[in-house]
């Protein structure tokens, strides 16, 4: 079909209202932390890798761009010199990204000349982006290209055509720090923790005034799990209003029509239906064949292919258990929502999440997941949990791995003080991988601890491990990682 090139040049002209000398509107002056990391590249004028930003719908990939632009043009770069297009413009879908881009370099001929900042969004929408982006990094002159999408593109086979060619910012669900900002909620004076790690090393008084900051926070992070992470709901006062907008983005959004669009899902209700099994069991470690009689016969092929676009879509985590060779390739998955407040929401729930403590202590394992990810996901980390074998179970929920170090974390969001028995899991793993610092992730401002824990191992109870575990508020945590 052949577009009129005027109507192509109008919407372009509604995208870009800088290029009238129009102030873009309704743009917070608030930014997230990832918009440091895009600065970064932006500045790396002679890096040719384009930038590709992914993450779950609504979360802010298309706000940080704009936000971008506008430090761009306050920096003095030329306002014919960038490009905003976003693809799920059924015009701009059609007209394709050299169709498009040749209509911006026909309004201001001559801006190849210059260096050029072309910001795409919802790529995903163009069949073979991949490679039209590849050969504009092998081939393109004086052009900074950043992209986003709410799709993982390694779900098309691209992971080898973009080495070297695009670095990836992953933007997840806002972290608690970046909520409160949002809310502009005054946080406490507190010194400044820049890894869990350094809790070892502070002042009897700091631990006091941590353990006073984490009273404080308390409600708040309560508030977060409940509104969550996504900035549009997150900023609704009326709760309901807000968990309602959210099951909307989820259910309607993405798994009503980017399943369609994208992946080509046709058997929507089997989706759906596996989603809220991971709503109902968030945090847990998955049975394939037991789900598969539980979902009324839902394929086992099918739910592992389901599981796999739901990670696509940036909907879930997926760890595998602790190990390596064919223990982790035989291993069940234990499966993280995006977001903790999705279960809630779906559920409808609403304030009562606070009364069901262990729907609660999944939101806080979900969240807690969720800021170490993307923290450290830049180190290439691995994720995994760990079980013990024998006739009782013992397990530690989450164990990241980078290079040869490996840091265990337990979540323990409990009124009563830990105990040993609660670390019997933590204790036997560090005992038995000879780890020398572990974590509980607690509810008490209380059990901010650091303790030289004992033996698990039977007979041996007496004996103390040349190891320390540090018990940390899941408040404080969570606003330290962020």
Known sequence: MLIPKNELISVLQEFNPWWSGQVQADLPEWERTASQEIARWCEHQKSKRSLL??????????????????????????????????????LLKLAGMNKTIEAWEEIFPGTSDHPQFLFLDEV????????????????????KIAITGSASPLRSGSSESGVGRWETIKLPTLTFREFLKLRQVEVPEMAEVSSLKQLIEHSPSDILQFQSGAKQLTPYFHDYLLRGGFPEPALEEDLQRCQRLLREDIVDKVLKRDM?????????????????????HDGGVLDISAISKELDGVKRHLLTDHLDLLEAAHLIYSLKPFGYGKEVLRGKSKVYLADAAIPGSILLYGQKLLEKPDRLGNAVETAFFKHVFTRYYHDQPTFSYWQSKGRKTYEVDL?????ERIVPFEVKYQDK????????????????????????ITRNAESLFITQPRSAKTGQYKEKLDAHIVGVPACLACYWLS
């Open 417 to 440: 003080l830990i105990s040993d028995s609660d670390l019997k899991g933590l204790r036997l793993f560090m005992e038995e991988k000879s780890i020398d610092l572990g974590y509980v």
């Open 53 to 90: 930003l992914t993450g779950p719908r609504q979360v802010g990939k298309t706000t940080l761009f704009r936000q971008t632009i506008r430090n761009l043009l306050q920096s003095g770069i030329a306002p014919s010199q960038i490009l905003y297009a976003t693809f799920d413009h059924p």
């Open 399 to 403: 164990v990241a791995e980078i290079g």
């Open 124 to 143: 995903q929408f163009i069949p073979d982006w991949q490679v039209w982006l590849k050969h504009q990094v092998d081939f393109g002159k004086n052009r």
């Open 260 to 280: 369609t669009a994208l992946y080509g899902v046709r058997r929507i209700v089997e989706i759906e239906k596996i989603f809220l099994y991971l709503c109902y």
